[in-house]
């Protein structure tokens, strides 16, 4: 039997900590925190921890499709354990984007898991594995929006603001940018000798992406505006949304 892997206790934490936080928040109103708490750090708790757990399921959703695909090499990596700690880049799965979330507002997506396409089926699931990432987000984000919408607390907020989230993250993930899923379900039928030669710059594309997206405010908006007629389509409080992203980036 196969070593469990190290660290499998951080994600049922960070699902603890968040629920807690969920707790709180709901216990909380606009000018009043839940424990004297100020309600920000509820909403920004709420809405970190959910952006680290859906960051997870990101991943996973990758590894999964991989291993109906037949690479079965991403069990013993521990991709199938929901631990972030095992994911090929911590750095850029999961750090990097928190950290640009927090500052930016902007949920840059994760490095992927590390798959060997040789070992799947069909050329096709190689496509379908970069797909699964942001569709995961897409789902998640018609999850929380039908969720939040009728809670006016400021939990309610904090879901709604996490549902938008999802839905930019799932959009900017989808574009055909090398370093992005999107580019990764086009890889398969693209000239070999081509993508090879994008290769080094893959790493550094999507910061280039944030860096774009933070300073130049018709991308922006272009990109929330999108994600924002998805966000109402799947039934979100815009109102809610905005309230969420003020108590989140309460500095700003």
């Known amino acids: 039997m196969a070593k469990s892997p190290g660290g499998s206790w951080i994600f049922?934490?960070?699902?603890?900590?968040?629920?807690?936080?969920?707790?709180?928040?709901?216990?909380?109103?606009?000018?009043?925190?839940?424990l004297g708490v100020p309600?920000?750090?509820?909403?920004?708790?709420?809405?970190?921890?959910?952006?680290?757990?859906?960051?997870?399921?990101?991943e996973f959703a990758h590894a999964l499709v991989a291993y109906v695909g037949g690479d079965t090499s991403v069990r013993a990596r521990g991709y199938l354990t929901l631990n972030p700690a095992r994911y090929t880049d911590l750095a850029t799965?999961?750090?990097?984007?928190?950290?640009?979330?927090?500052?930016?507002?902007?949920?840059?997506?994760?490095g992927a898991v590390l798959v060997e396409p040789g070992r799947l089926r069909r050329r096709w699931f190689a496509s379908l594995v970069s797909a699964?990432?942001?569709?995961?987000?897409?789902?998640?984000?018609?999850?929380?929006?039908?969720?939040?919408?009728?809670?006016?607390s400021p939990l309610g907020a904090a879901?709604?603001?996490l549902a938008l989230l999802q839905f930019v993250a799932g959009i900017l993930n989808i574009l055909p940018i090398p370093g992005f899923d999107g580019f990764g379900v086009l890889e398969p039928y693209l000239s070999p000798r081509f993508t090879e030669r994008l290769r080094p710059a893959r790493p550094w594309i999507p910061l280039v992406a944030f860096i774009i997206l933070f300073s130049v405010p018709q991308?922006?908006?272009a990109l929330f505006g999108a994600a924002n007629e998805l966000f109402v389509w799947a039934g979100g409080n815009t109102a809610l949304a905005a309230i969420g992203s003020s108590l989140f980036r309460f500095w700003a």
């Not at 049922?12 to 839940?34: D, F, H, Y």
């Not at 018609?142 to 009728?150: D, E, G, I, R, S």
């Open 12 to 34: 049922p934490v960070i699902v603890l900590v968040t629920a807690g936080a969920g707790v709180a928040a709901q216990a909380s109103t606009r000018s009043s925190g839940w």
């Open 39 to 58: 309600v920000e750090v509820w909403v920004f708790l709420v809405v970190l921890g959910g952006w680290v757990i859906t960051l997870c399921l990101h």
């Open 93 to 110: 799965s999961v750090i990097m984007p928190i950290i640009l979330l927090a500052v930016g507002g902007i949920p840059l997506p994760g």
């Open 132 to 152: 699964a990432g942001p569709l995961t987000n897409v789902v998640a984000g018609v999850v929380l929006a039908v969720v939040a919408a009728p809670i006016s």
């Open 159 to 161: 879901l709604s603001y």
């Open 219 to 221: 991308a922006s908006r």
